[in-house]
Each structure stands twice: as structure tokens, then as C-alpha cells.
């Protein structure tokens, strides 16, 4: 089972939106909607900000979206700040056998 | 509020066995809503899913790792644990456990512990 694919970096002045891709097959992407996205500073715990494609979990943000279109998610992050500043991960389920799979993981910058 | 916890030898020697444990409290590892499974990151890479087991023993794991990881729970110690058996310099790394439901929403993490495989 590969990792999903996301791009190594993105960057964004306070204020912008940014989008992050995230894709897969049609083994997990694509065939479930079940994907989740992790905000993670270095050092820290990786924290769910967003489940099953577009839900958030109390108290994250609505600056974090999500959303999905064939074997690709997306995860949208509206009037940057400085404090989202992190990777961020992509998680899709991928069925009985590889179960979960995360994606490579991408570099905010806020410039 | 639910806190997980990891613990175990932050050294392994290769070829060896590495052993963690993570102590749930504030919550159940009874509780027939939750998996609970194990996540690392290695040095400059992303995060790899390991595995994962349901209060009743059941367990996933990842393909690439499934013919060296075993993981259980104990119930009873409200706590699980994870073997990773023949381990390399490429299983050095930080290891997260993890509560998910919904299939991939790990919605509560531990701090994470540096093991490191080395001589």
C-alpha cells in the first residue's frame, strides 16, 4: 500500500487561503469517504482538524475545510495565521486488508 | 479527559525486539466505540499507520509491517501494547499511540517516544 500523495510544501501570506491535495486510488481516495486530515507541529501530538472529508471536531477552527472529488481530497485553510503554520497529513481508510494509509505530509510556511 | 500515555526502552539494539506500551486514562480501552492503534514518524518522513486493535483483540496492521508487529490489549490495565520483532536502523523513529473511531479519525494521540535501533 503506497502513501497518498501530497505535496512536500506550500506557503501562503496571513490572511490568504491555501489548499493542500491529497491523492490516492481507487482503493481508499476514491472509494470511501473516509478521509481525515492532522494539523502536527514538530514536537507535538498530531491533532485531528478534520474526519470523514468535510466534518470538524469541536473546537477546530471553521477556517479548516474539507472536501473530495474522485481519488482526491482536498484540505482548505482560509485566512491564514501564523499559528497554522505545521505539516499537515491526509489519512484515508483503505479497506479490510491495508486498513489505513497516510499521506507523505505537507509543509505550511506562512510568509 | 481522555490522556494516553507511552512508555518503554527508548534503545533497541538491531535484530531485536521493540516493545511499547500506551496507558489510557480519562477513558476505556473497553469501549466497544474505539480502535486503538499505533502510529510512527521516522526521521524527515511522514507518519506511518502500524496497526490497530479493538477492545475485543481484533487488530489491522499495516501490510509492509504485518510479519513483524503484534499488538494486544489488556483491558483489565486499561492499556495496550506493541511488538515490532527483527527491528533496523529504518524502524528509529517516534511512536505515537492513538484512539480512532470512524474507520481513520485518530482523534486523541499520546505525546509520542523517540526509539531509537542502534548497537
Known amino acids: 500500500q503506497s502513501a497518498l500523495t501530497q505535496p512536500a510544501s506550500v506557503s501562503g501570506s496571513p490572511g490568504q487561503s491555501i489548499t493542500i491535495s491529497c491523492t490516492g486510488t481507487?482503493?481508499?481516495?476514491?472509494?470511501?469517504?473516509?478521509v481525515s486530515w492532522y494539523q502536527h507541529h514538530p514536537g507535538k501530538a498530531p491533532k485531528l482538524i478534520i474526519y470523514e472529508v468535510t466534518k470538524r471536531p469541536s473546537g477546530v477552527s471553521s477556517r479548516f475545510s474539507g472536501s473530495k472529488s474522485g481519488n482526491t481530497a482536498s484540505l482548505t485553510i482560509s485566512g491564514l495565521q501564523a499559528e497554522d503554520e505545521a505539516d499537515y497529513y491526509c489519512?484515508?481508510?483503505?479497506?479490510?486488508?491495508?486498513?489505513?494509509?497516510f499521506g507523505g505530509g505537507t509543509q505550511l510556511t506562512v510568509l | 479527559q481522555l490522556q494516553l500515555q507511552e512508555s518503554g526502552p527508548g534503545l533497541v539494539k538491531p535484530s531485536e525486539t521493540l516493545s511499547l506500551t500506551c496507558t489510557v486514562s480519562g477513558g476505556s480501552t473497553s469501549s466497544s466505540s474505539y480502535y486503538w492503534g499505533w502510529v510512527r514518524q521516522s526521521p524527515g518522513k511522514g507518519l506511518e499507520w502500524i496497526g490497530s486493535?479493538?477492545?475485543?483483540?481484533?487488530?489491522h496492521y499495516n501490510p509492509s509491517l504485518k510479519s513483524r508487529v503484534t499488538i494486544s490489549v489488556n483491558t483489565s490495565k486499561n492499556r495496550f501494547s506493541l511488538r515490532l520483532n527483527s527491528v533496523t536502523a529504518a524502524d528509529t523513529g517516534v511512536y505515537y499511540c492513538a484512539r480512532h473511531g470512524g474507520a481513520v479519525d485518530f482523534d486523541s494521540w499520546g505525546q509520542g517516544t523517540l526509539v531509537s535501533v542502534s548497537s
Open positions: 481507487s482503493s481508499d481516495v476514491g472509494s470511501y469517504n473516509l
Open positions: 486493535i479493538y477492545y475485543n483483540g481484533n487488530t
Open positions: 489519512c484515508s481508510y483503505a479497506g479490510l486488508i491495508a486498513y489505513a494509509v
